[in-house]
Structures are given as C-alpha cells and as structure tokens.
Nanobody, 124 residues
Framework: QVQLAESGGGLVQAGGSLRLSCAAS????????MGWFRQAPGKEREFVAS???????YYADSVKGRFTISRDNAKNTVYLQMNTLKPEDTAVYYC??????????????????WGQGTQVTVSS
C-alpha cells in the first residue's frame, strides 16, 4: 500500500505557473504508475497526466503543451508543472498511484491509491 500527499496548490492569475508535488510513502514507488487528476465543482474527476514507470507519459488534450509530469524515484515524488494556466484549470488536483496502469486516458477507477487533493484556483 502507498500513501500520497499533494502540495503546491494555490491562487494564480491566468497565464501564470504552478508546480504540484505528490510525495509517496513506501519502498516500491518506482514500480507504480502515477497519475494526476482534477475535479472542478459539479464535474466528474478527469484525467490530466500520467507517468508509467518513468518511461511513458500521457496527457489530456486540454493540457498538452502546457503541463508536464515528471517523477524523482529517489525522492518518491511525482510533479506536475503547470504553465500558461487558464481559469478552466481551476479544480482540486489529485495524485493517484497503482501498478500496471498503462492506458493513455485512464479512468479514475483504474487507480487504487489517492492523495487528499490540493486546490488550484486560476483567476482571470
């Protein structure tokens, strides 16, 4: 089992940047597929980006070219660099982990382990 804790959310103006971090417990972090999801008020949780074992990365079309997912296995941490933020990026952002999630557009149900979320608010 792995425990996840996000940080780095906040309030930023449109066009600005934020970097989210997700620290994981456990000794097998490098074996997990890691994902970022977000959920805006009144909407379903949606896929943002994923990194599968450090080799494969996938992005939602809405964030391609603006967001970058990366991981540091030595620090048990996955990051989401968010640039050129837009008001529609406002949401609670969650990181997720599990083994063997290879889908390019995973559903939240494919991940068993979740962090508590961090709020990102982009003002216009």
């Amino acid at each position: 089992q792995v425990q996840l804790a996000e940080s780095g959310g906040g309030l930023v103006q449109a066009g600005g940047s934020l970097r989210l971090s997700c620290a994981a417990s456990g000794r097998t972090f490098g074996s997990y597929a890691m994902g970022w999801f977000r959920q805006a008020p009144g909407k379903e949780r949606e896929f943002v980006a994923s990194n599968v074992n450090g080799r494969l990365t996938y992005y939602a079309d809405s964030v391609k070219g603006r967001f970058t997912i990366s991981r540091d296995n030595a620090k048990n941490t996955v990051y989401l660099q968010m640039n050129t933020l837009k008001p529609e990026d406002t949401a609670v952002y969650y990181c997720a982990a599990d083994f063997g999630v290879y889908s390019s557009n995973p559903h939240p149900s494919e991940y068993r382990y979740w962090g508590q979320g961090t709020q990102v608010t982009v003002s216009s």
